[in-house]
């Protein structure tokens, strides 16, 4: 229940105008997916999908010495040179993905663009790879973690953009909407009160990440093809990627643009597939 309430809150038309006129929904509206994760802890535990929460209280007290020691090279050591070669394969495809969420990242930015005017964001992708690729080789020595080593939390970026979008009353910039989101979470993460209340539902948390990158991610990749050769090559890419994994997905892709495209791999064709259906309304019109 909670997993598709994220999708009406953030996506729905219905819930849009409900939140233009104020009151209770305006106030839901602007509170992004927190509501949602409060219903969770309700919910989940009356359908069984989660334990109660026991809150604690005081705060949370960081293992540093245990990361230092059992997490560092400066505990572990340093790996052998094999494993960077066995891994090589697995640096490949995380770029893949990594340069997914760069393009995901700007199509965001640029629609959030098109709506305030107010505030230009200056999204350079080659900036971006600078500034995350230094804080990954920092993060690499001092504390690696897989899971923090993105360019971007795509779903907090949606939500926080989302809000953005709706004017200056509800975000007075994204850069400030960025920054209060970043020191809530981690002040959160102090507090006992906050991390025991919401621990239970960590699994329905995670859920509704990825409910709302995939929504957005699937919109934006459509929009990106520029040919149904495009649309086409993408869904068979994504049904082998849903039955039999990643690495398959990838071949698969790869052949597929080999076998469609031809020299044309690296260029592609674009047939107008999204423009097409706007001339016709245009005409339509004038007639």
């Known amino acids: ?33 927190l509501p949602i994760i409060l219903l969770a802890v309700v919910v989940a535990p009356l359908f069984g999908e989660a334990p109660w929460p026991s809150i604690e209280w005081g705060f949370s007290k960081p293992d540093f010495l245990t990361l230092w020691n059992e997490y560092t090279v ?56 600078y500034i995350f690729g230094g804080r990954n080789a920092l993060m690499s020595i001092i504390g690696p973690d897989v899971t923090m080593a993105g360019p971007t939390w795509a779903a907090m970026q949606v939500v926080i953009t ?29 507090l ?41 090559i993408a869904g068979v890419v994504a049904a082998i990627l849903a039955v039999k994994g990643a690495a398959w997905a990838l071949a698969a892709g790869i052949l597929l643009c080999v076998l469609i495209y031809g020299k044309q791999f690296f260029v592609g064709e674009n047939d107008q597939t999204f423009t097409k259906d706007l001339e016709d309304e245009k005409k339509r019109g004038v007639s």
């Open 162 to 190: 989302e809000r953005f979008k709706e004017g200056k009353k509800s975000m007075h910039s994204i850069f400030g909407g960025m920054g209060s989101f970043r020191w809530g979470t981690n002040t959160g993460l102090l």
């Open 192 to 232: 006992l009160p906050i991390v025991s209340l919401v621990e239970p539902i960590l699994g329905v948390a995670m859920a509704l990440t990825l409910l709302i990158q995939g929504y957005v991610s699937v919109r934006i990749g459509i929009l990106e093809a520029k040919s149904q050769r495009d649309l086409g």
């Open 1 to 33: 229940l909670a997993k598709w309430r994220v999708v009406q809150l953030m996506f729905s038309k219905s819930f849009q105008r409900l939140k233009i006129r104020g009151g209770i929904f305006g106030l839901i509206g602007k509170l992004g997916i």
């Open 74 to 129: 400066f505990g572990v050591g340093f790996p052998p040179l094999v494993m960077f070669i066995t891994c090589l394969p697995t640096v490949f495809a995380a770029y893949l993905v990594l340069f997914g969420d760069i393009l995901q990242a700007k199509a965001i930015i640029t629609e959030a663009d098109q709506v305030r005017a107010d505030e230009k964001v200056n999204y350079d992708p080659n900036r971006a790879h």
